[in-house]
């Protein structure tokens, strides 16, 4: 079954030190993959897709299909960084008409100043 | 544009009650969703739609209803509210098929006592 797996419920890092969100996954065919954020009162948002291979605010994730990881990293975390961050897959339904995410547990980060 | 919206922002219910809770967006997708967030175990999804006249069942939606009339409403009903079904409700939409990024509304946090 395909699954995402966030490791760490809560990380904690102080201001300027890098920091990783581990996010594995289980899928049998060909992955798409997203990091979505929530800061304190607001709604979900995207933060990035490991088909656009971009940075975004600092973060970047590469797709490891060797080890199904999607790690999101930033090598040196701001305080305005602190949210809830959420590994998501995106995976054809079974009728084949259209795409579903599936949502990790997600990891609460807090960068302490 | 207003882009995805929920309401109400708040409920509480009493066990046994039935509800709605509206989502609309103008952002002309075909495809939306109704997730749940509880604490630790991520978002999952309740229902799904791929356009109007169309919708399917999530990871968890026994207890709740939906239908589609148009496309620009996706509304989720409870038909007998129980505590378990306390929980924020996130209404999410995607382009076609739902590749891509999703837009989340805001939430609605219900609470059943």
């Known amino acids: 079954a395909q699954r995402v797996t966030q490791p760490e419920k809560l990380l904690s890092v102080f201001k300027g030190a890098p920091v990783e969100l581990k996010c594995n996954y289980s899928y049998s065919g060909s992955p798409e993959l997203f990091w979505y954020v929530q800061y304190s009162r607001q709604r979900l948002q995207l933060l990035l897709r490991h088909i656009s291979r971009e940075s975004i605010k600092g973060f970047t994730a590469d797709l490891n299909k060797g080890e199904t990881s999607f790690h999101l990293k930033k090598p040196f975390a701001q305080e305005e960084d602190s949210a809830m961050y959420y590994c998501?897959?995106?995976?054809?339904?079974?009728?084949?008409?259209?795409?579903?995410?599936?949502f990790g547990s997600g990891t609460q980060l807090t960068v302490l100043p | 544009n207003a882009g995805v919206t929920q309401t109400p922002k708040f409920q509480v219910l009493k066990t046994g009650q039935s509800m709605t809770l509206q989502c609309a967006q103008d952002?002309?997708?075909?495809?939306m969703s109704w997730y749940r967030q509880d604490p630790g175990m991520g978002l999952r999804l309740i229902h799904y739609?791929?356009?109007?006249?169309?919708?399917d069942q999530g990871e968890v939606p026994n207890g709740y209803n939906v239908s589609r009339s148009t496309t620009e409403d996706f509304p989720l009903r409870l038909l007998s509210a129980a505590p378990s079904q306390t929980s924020v409700y996130f209404c999410a939409t995607n382009r076609a098929g739902g590749y891509g990024e999703q837009f989340f509304g805001p939430g609605t946090r219900l609470t059943v006592l």
């Open positions: 952002m002309n997708h075909e495809y």
């Open positions: 739609s791929v356009g109007a006249g169309i919708t």
């Open positions: 998501a897959l995106s995976q054809i339904i079974s009728s084949g008409s259209a795409r579903q995410l599936t």
